[in-house]
């Protein structure tokens, strides 16, 4: 079975920390993404990977960097957090680089920054 | 860029009702149509998708949505809801050239018993 997991499913951080955000899926695919997900607006791209060390920018990347040094493994970092990116985060994996392809999304965190 | 409208932020509804989740999209061009559902707590999961063929397309727990290329639509619907189907819905529409979905803004299912 499909499986995309994440570190944390809650986490609370101070205004100016590092965040790391880290996503795993055990299904070799090659495509990983990362969401932000807020009331009314639904889900928004951040960053996403389409193979090992390779990345692309979403629709919001500012305040965002990541990194993919492993398949399995995309990380979503806020160099500095800032209140405006209190957030649910959602990581997905695909398959193929394709249009048509089926997303698998793990549960999310839900980041607080105070 | 692809918008996604999801006319109804929530829609409440009573056990063993119809229902009918209404999602439009931008783009004249083709797309690919898809329907994901978030229950409390969890990640999304596909329910369904479009992506060429018969313009009614039926997916998991007795939901199906029909393509409509005229309206620019992709309406989900279930003939007979349960207290189980209580959750958000989401319409995406992706570019069949790239891996790049848009999603709308989500529309909450709250079914009441």
């Known amino acids: 079975d499909v499986k995309v997991t994440q570190s944390s499913r809650y986490l609370v951080k101070r205004t100016g920390e590092k965040v790391f955000l880290e996503c795993v899926q055990d299904?070799?695919?090659?495509?990983m993404f990362w969401y932000r997900q807020d009331p009314g607006l639904g889900l928004r791209l951040i960053y996403f990977s389409y193979d090992v060390k390779m990345k692309e920018k979403g629709d919001i990347p500012e305040g965002y960097s990541v990194s993919r040094e492993k398949k399995e493994r995309f990380s979503l970092i806020l160099e500095s957090a800032s209140t405006n990116q209190t957030s649910m985060y959602l990581c997905?994996?695909?398959?193929?680089?394709?249009?048509?392809?089926?997303?698998?999304f793990g549960p999310g965190t839900r980041l607080t920054v105070l | 860029a692809q918008s996604v409208t999801q006319l109804d932020s929530q829609v409440p509804v009573f056990e063993e009702a119809p229902v009918e989740l209404r999602c439009n999209y931008s783009?004249?061009?083709?797309?690919?149509l898809f329907w994901y559902v978030q229950y409390p707590n969890q990640g999304l999961q596909l329910l369904l998708k479009y992506l060429s063929g018969s313009t009614l397309v039926k997916g998991i727990n007795g939901f199906e949505a029909e393509f409509n290329k005229s309206q620019t639509s992709f309406h989900l619907r279930k003939p007979s809801v349960h207290i189980s189907d209580t959750a958000e819905y989401f319409c995406a529409v992706s570019d069949p050239n790239f891996n790049k979905f848009y999603f709308g803004s989500g529309t909450k299912l709250n079914v009441k018993p």
């Open positions: 299904m070799d695919h090659e495509n």
């Open positions: 783009s004249s061009v083709s797309v690919y």
């Open positions: 997905a994996s695909s398959a193929e680089l394709a249009g048509s392809d089926t997303q698998y």
